[in-house]
């Protein structure tokens, strides 16, 4: 029939937005890529662990440069999407980001 089989049993992770999120003017305000980052943050969230996501730039080189990810993840900091928990980088340590709902702040200064 088709090209593309199911697997069998599979228990895939799935990544919840809301409508009131992705219909908020800061979120529409992203970049697809700050979007993109943010997705994929989300994919790591495990629903215990919302101050403990950690994204390097090893794990998204394939897809943007560290000037275009740096950008992303300043533009999701500035909307309120993401709080910095840990900083990493020249401490040899990944950065700690927790989701974040200040964006709900920025919404009604937009």
Not at 36 to 45: G, L, N, Q, S, T
Not at 72 to 89: C, H, M, S, T
Request: charge should be positive; proline fraction near 1%; include cysteine.
């Amino acid at each position: 029939m088709g090209r593309y089989k199911r697997k069998k049993n599979y228990q895939g992770h799935f990544v919840q937005l809301h409508d009131y999120i992705t219909d908020s003017k800061a979120w529409k305000k992203l970049s697809c890529k700050a979007v993109w980052v943010y997705i994929e943050m989300k994919k790591k969230y495990r629903g215990n662990n919302e101050n403990n996501i950690s994204l390097t730039y090893k794990e998204v080189e394939y897809k943007m440069s560290a000037a275009t990810y740096s950008k992303a993840i300043k533009e999701l900091e500035n909307y309120g999407f993401i709080d910095r928990v840990r900083p990493g980088g020249l401490y040899k340590k990944c950065t700690i980001y927790g989701l974040g709902s200040r964006w709900q702040e920025k919404n009604k200064e937009l």
